[in-house]
């Protein structure tokens, strides 16, 4: 198995490319959700995976935060809340726990 510590310092880890991702994919979500779901009805697939899609958009904000807060996010914090998906009303999430 690999050393984990080996990863610590790494620059480019991905995570910045799947942000780019999930905020695209929310945003699909947000124009064609409706149509997904009347469309799609009867196909329970089709509806878990636009729910997954749906829960993704739900836990983008967080880990925006979250990484906004380690200096890990090229997203700028203060666009967070203009997510699609977002409650700009919600309370921040807490920290993470320490490790």
Known sequence: MTNPAVYDNRQRDGIASIQKFA????GIVTWAGPIIELKYRANPAVLALL??????????PAADAALAQSGMNDFPPEAVGTLPGTDPSAPAPAAPPEP
């Open 23 to 26: 905020r695209v994919l929310c």
């Open 51 to 60: 729910l997954a899609c749906k829960e993704v958009c739900n836990l983008l």
